[in-house]
């Protein structure tokens, strides 16, 4: 080498450093990242924002930003207030309150997550409104629960889960993915936790379509089950009631999917106290307790009225000392961190995750 030339780097110094550091900025940020359950954001609804942070407190992230307002002429406006491009993108709203208005709702945010490019769109309905308009049964009848099913896809969801549907066939209204998950593995959990003689206990269903349900929770529980067998006149008041099978000197457990007015259940608790019942509880999915419900059940022979948290229900607990709530949220987030890992959600119909 001459006096006076630069003196020449070697070969590999620089390259090397480069990878270092290459490897560096990847290899830190993906661990944060797996932390923090990469690529999912789960939004709420005006119609429950308890249960939506419950979800996200049990899956460690923030629940995603979202401001939902109305116009003067009561048109619903919603703006994602971050980036969903995708993104695995969860709206957790459910059909109670204002159904219609909260139904909207969802529509518009699943709507505007899609055409914001997010990979996938997930509407979590703790209970699905319109369930019971399922079938025509009478003429001219509209099969709501259908349509609102093809909102839905047509909105743009990509899966539903929900819980307890009034009839399972829903599913069928679908042509994208439905989880229906069951409040039964709750529902046993606080029977075993809180009844003290439950082993002396019977389980009866208000009316014949929730016969599969209270024999499947009778079979786990490994006691007797009874029915009810009702007619109605139309919607919402009940004609006459039948009690089939044997309740003397036994705690009646009552268990349904929903009750709206209470009419049902606490004709059914006067029975079962006529036919010799020592105590009546009553277990339901969905309370959605609308009209004369709280009045109805102050006045019924019930020891509790005991609920999950689908609906909203600190102010009918108030109203209500006899109302009790099943916390079901950690059934959802589990189905929500299942889903978004691609894992089966099958443990949740006959387990409650802890």
Known sequence: MCEGEPKAMPILSQPVR???????????????????????????GTSHPDLAQRIVDRLGIDLGKVVTKKFSNLETCVEIGES??????YIVQS????????????LIMINACKIASASRVTAVIPCFPYARQDKKDKSRAP??????????????????????????????????????????????????????????SIIVSPDAGGAKRVTSIADRLNVEF????????????????????????????????????????????????EAG?????????????????ISRINAACFEAVVVTNTIPQDGHMKECSKIQCIDVSMMFAE????????????????NVPY
């Open 95 to 106: 059909g109670s309150g204002e159904i219609n208005d909260n139904l909207m709702e969802l």
């Open 277 to 293: 019942a020592t105590k009546v509880y009553a277990i339901l999915t969905h309370g959605i307790f609308s009209g004369p419900a």
């Open 226 to 273: 009874a029915l009810i067998h009702k007619e109605r006149k139309k919607a919402n008041e009940v004609a006459s009631m039948v009690l089939v099978g044997d309740v003397k000197d036994r705690v009646a457990i009552l268990v349904d999917d929903m009750a709206d007015t209470c009419g049902t259940i606490c004709h059914a608790a006067e029975k079962l106290m």
């Open 143 to 200: 099969i709501s629960a259908k349509l609102v099913a093809n909102m839905l896809s047509v909105a743009g969801a990509d899966h539903i889960i929900t819980m307890d549907l009034h009839a399972s066939q829903i599913q069928g209204f679908f042509d994208i993915p439905v989880d229906n998950l069951y409040a039964e593995p709750a529902v046993l959990k606080w029977i075993k936790e809180n009844i003290a003689d439950w082993r002396n």
């Open 335 to 350: 189905a929500v961190r299942r889903t978004h890992n691609g894992e089966s959600v099958s443990y949740l119909f006959s």
């Open 18 to 44: 480069a990878r270092s550091l290459v490897r560096a900025n990847i290899e830190k940020p993906s661990v944060i990242l797996h932390s923090r359950m990469p690529n999912i954001k789960v939004f709420s």
């Open 84 to 89: 969903v491009r995708g993104e695995d993108v």
